[in-house]
């Protein structure tokens, strides 16, 4: 299984970016797509992520109402439009693929240690 991100770059504050990620492979049931990020010595934090077959949604809170993850299930393929970035959304954002374990969409559905396959990551940089 591939996982690939793009769509990262330089971005003013308060622009937006369109953040792309495919998933190349096979996997067997239910899939899950997350987005998660990494700011300079900072710890991964889980942003997004989406059922790839029922379509439900996850965002954590800083996000909610600027950013929109969506899903194309023919490509196994899942984007995040930002809007309204901050420079302190700078950092790495990488993609990643689980299976779902239960059907509850909280925080507890983007926990980083539940994800299988991990993309290389895709800069972004919001400047002042």
């Known amino acids: 299984v591939n996982v690939v991100e793009s769509g990262g770059g330089l971005v003013q504050a308060g622009g937006s970016l369109r953040l792309s990620c495919e998933v190349n492979g096979f996997l067997l049931g239910r899939i899950v797509l997350g987005w998660f990020r990494q700011a300079p010595g900072k710890e991964r934090e889980g942003v997004s992520c989406?059922?790839?077959?029922?379509?439900?949604?996850y965002y954590t809170d800083s996000v909610k109402g600027r950013f929109t993850i969506s899903r194309d299930g023919a490509r196994t393929a899942v984007y995040m439009q930002m809007e309204e970035l901050n420079p302190e959304e700078t950092g790495v954002y990488y993609c990643?693929?689980?299976?779902?374990?239960?059907?509850?969409?909280?925080?507890?559905?983007?926990?980083?240690?539940?994800?299988?396959?991990w993309g290389q990551g895709t800069q972004v940089t919001v400047s002042e």
């Open positions: 990643a693929t689980k299976h779902l374990l239960s059907d509850v969409w909280n925080i507890d559905a983007i926990r980083a240690w539940q994800y299988d396959y």
């Open positions: 989406i059922s790839m077959s029922g379509g439900s949604i």
